[in-house]
């Protein structure tokens, strides 16, 4: 008796197609470690402790006179701001004429663990903020913090008003009672005193966890995959061990921060009432800051829904997500107008231009040169 | 005389205790006679070495069901997603330009079941639980590296962290004291 099995011929093409991929990746890119993760030039102009202040070289000869000083997230690295000469957000800003600065938080080691939210605001970003206002001359500087970095340029500035023009907060952590995802589940019932007493200072590697169960297969399995189907396509592979090398380069967060920043909440009191007062939008429905804040929300929200994949390919992956943005200073209502109007805009006609966004324009959507002059 | 003694933990430790400190006490004063230089510390704090042992008993059996609780709850998910994804392919042609909708669908169950999990109370309530014990072992550990650093005349764990905060609280000062002193100056040349 005789067996016949059958395999499909583009199956083992497929098969053998894949294997000689992964023989042939060494010699066709970059070790991850040697990519280079800069666009644009700088100098370190500042240093205190772990941290380090960037200085852009301007790339305009018509400059804007406020400086404007980037307080980038703490849980990764600043490169993802410059990371693609055709995407970076510094590059974008040097462009309109910005005198850009960005701090770069470092790595904290086992000496930092004591450092807290007192030391980031009060004493590195005050120290910055200083140095540049010398630097250049001028009292008030303008302020955009991303992420946990829009959080300590929010406790900033309202801390040091007399030194910010502007405050342009993206995706800040400052409701964090509002967050349902998987990672707030996960922290309902963690006990933070008892982790960062015996491990000091909060590990990478608990960061990665939290990210990944975010999306466990999308980012853990889909993604190599993708980067395997394109491994013959220089731009992407690239992009991608860019990304994987920023990925990778997650430093530690002092143990003292990430206490208060967990236990935050119930320290200051802060509650979901008192922010919104903040915001404004407890008060009655025709007070300014109500209407403001909600077209500063829709705004930020429809940019996030059509969020494209611009850096990764992946299509639910958007580095820049805006969340409503919060600016404070003499700009709050020209900036809130701009966001209001914006908004009537949208409201108003399906075309408008910022709305689509394409992966080369979604900064340029966000043209705020009238309100840093 | 002490109550009586419930459960097998209990009775586990209490004997091991016990024994533990009779040794101990029988055995301190020879030892400390004949135990010289870098043994000495060692031989005086072994005590503490079992004492850590025989309390993180209870602590590695709870850290073990926590574990396999974790595995059994990721494996089910991981069984029941496997289920779904072969009843909804049944629905897809068998040929290899299905492949790629084969992993399409693969990837969504997955990784919906699996955010499901994550998002569950009791996923939340076990991962917190070992995580806890673990950093309780950690801490067991730490105790019992401090007796084998302090037996070796090297600094502990709780040494070190006392000169980091020294150190830390000091740069504090020096930072205060040189931007005063800046301030002044400017302050004096204008």
């Known amino acids: 008796m005789t067996l016949e099995t059958s395999v499909n011929e583009s199956i083992i093409g497929d098969f053998l197609n894949f294997n000689r991929n992964i023989a042939e990746i060494p010699s066709r890119i970059s070790v991850p470690h040697e990519v280079k993760m800069d666009t644009c030039e700088y100098d370190v102009v500042y240093k205190e402790d772990r941290i380090r202040m960037l200085h852009y070289k301007p790339l305009t000869s018509k400059q804007i006179k406020t400086p404007l000083v980037i307080s980038y997230a703490i849980v990764n690295r600043y490169h993802i701001f410059d990371i693609d000469p055709k995407k970076s957000w510094v590059k974008n800003l040097l462009e309109q004429g910005f005198d850009v600065y960005m701090i770069d938080w470092g790595t904290p080691t086992s000496l930092d663990k004591f450092l807290g939210f007192d030391d980031y605001v009060n004493r590195y970003l005050d120290n910055c903020v200083e140095f540049i206002c010398n630097e250049s001359d001028v009292r008030k500087i303008s302020m955009q913090g991303y992420c946990t970095g829009g959080t300590l340029a929010t406790v900033y500035s309202a801390l040091h008003p007399e030194k910010i023009k502007n405050l342009v907060v993206t995706a800040p952590v400052i409701d964090g009672w509002k967050d349902t995802t998987v990672v707030s589940n996960l922290t309902k019932s963690f006990d933070v005193d008892k982790f960062v007493d015996t491990i000091g200072n909060m590990p990478p590697e608990f960061m990665y966890y939290c990210f990944s169960i975010l999306k466990p297969f999308e980012q853990g399995i889909e993604k190599y995959l993708k980067f395997m189907d394109n491994i013959n396509n220089e731009k992407f592979i690239e992009s991608f061990l860019k990304i994987e090398k920023w990925l990778d380069e997650t430093p530690p967060i002092p143990g003292q921060l990430f206490k208060e920043w967990i236990k935050g909440n119930r320290a200051y009191g802060l509650t979901e009432q008192n922010i919104n007062q903040f915001k404004g939008i407890t008060r009655n429905d025709n007070h300014p800051y109500a209407q403001f804040y909600k077209g500063a929300f829709s705004y930020a929200e429809t940019i996030n829904n059509s969020a494209m994949p611009f850096v990764t390919g992946n299509r639910n992956f958007n580095p820049f997500q805006l969340d409503t943005p919060i600016v404070a200073g003499k700009s709050f209502f020209d900036y809130a107008k701009h966001y209001y109007e914006i908004l009537k805009d949208i409201q108003d006609n399906d075309k408008y231009e910022g709305y689509f966004i394409n992966d080369e324009e979604i900064v340029k959507t966000l043209d705020l040169r009238s309100f840093f002059d | ?190």
């Open chain 2, 1 to 190: 005389m002490e109550k009586p003694i419930d459960n097998m933990f209990d009775y586990y430790k209490h004997t091991s205790m016990f024994w533990n400190d009779m040794i101990s006490m029988m055995s301190s004063k020879p030892a400390s006679l004949t135990a010289v230089g870098p043994l000495r510390n060692f031989t005086e704090n072994i005590k503490k070495i079992s004492q850590e042992l025989i309390e993180s008993n209870q602590e590695i059996v709870d850290f073990n069901s926590y574990l396999l609780e974790y595995y059994k709850q990721l494996g089910e998910t991981w069984t029941n997603s496997q289920k779904k994804v072969m009843l909804k392919i049944s629905e897809i042609p068998q040929d290899p330009e299905s492949m790629e909708a084969y992993k399409r669908i693969w990837i969504d169950m997955f990784e919906n079941d699996f955010t499901q999990l994550f998002d569950t109370e009791s996923f939340s309530k076990n991962y917190n639980k070992l995580v806890s014990t673990e950093m309780q072992l950690l801490k067991r550990w730490n105790t019992i590296m401090d007796v084998m650093l302090k037996s070796a005349n090297m600094p502990t764990k709780e040494e070190i962290d006392e000169i980091y905060q020294e150190l830390f609280n000091l740069k504090k000062k020096i930072k205060k004291l040189d931007s005063s002193k800046k301030k002044r100056d400017v302050k004096n040349d204008s």
